[in-house]
């Protein structure tokens, strides 16, 4: 197996995000890949899945991940059924800094106990 197929699930995951000015190089057994991503968050989903498959420290790739946005950690489109909360708990992993989320978009939120699907809410950096 080679070192690009390895990591496959990781350029997968960079298509999927549409990581901005990507490139993949694959050079002496070692993966090089970089490109821009939109927000913080999508950074750390590609370094969680490179770590996933190369463990804390890989030696076999080498990435250089920029973000685009670094205002806000993300933007998350409400789906039906969520909550601050959960959406809290997704990004922060923990419930209770919904008020975080709420005070964020005051703009656009008058009560953290009502938003609607299709919202865009701005997920800050803490």
């Known amino acids: 197996m080679t070192v690009k197929e390895k990591y496959q699930p990781v350029l ?4 999927a995000l549409n990581v901005a000015n990507g490139n993949v190089e694959e050079t ?11 927000t913080q968050y999508e ?5 969680d899945k490179i770590k996933e ?5 890989p030696e076999d790739i080498m990435a250089d991940i920029k973000v685009e946005d ?14 601050l909360g959960k959406i809290a708990r997704h990004y922060y992993k923990d419930a209770s800094k919904y008020q975080a989320i709420f005070e964020a978009n005051t703009d ?9 699907p299709d919202q865009e809410l701005v997920i800050p950096n803490l």
Do not use: F
């Open 53 to 57: 498959i190369g463990g804390d420290s």
């Open 28 to 38: 002496e057994n070692k993966l090089k890949v970089w490109g821009t991503t939109k």
């Open 43 to 47: 950074k750390n989903l590609l370094w």
């Open 12 to 15: 997968d995951l960079g298509e």
């Open 108 to 116: 656009k939120l008058k009560n953290p106990d009502l938003i609607y």
């Open 70 to 83: 670094t205002s806000v950690y993300h933007r998350h489109i409400v789906k039906s059924g969520e909550t």
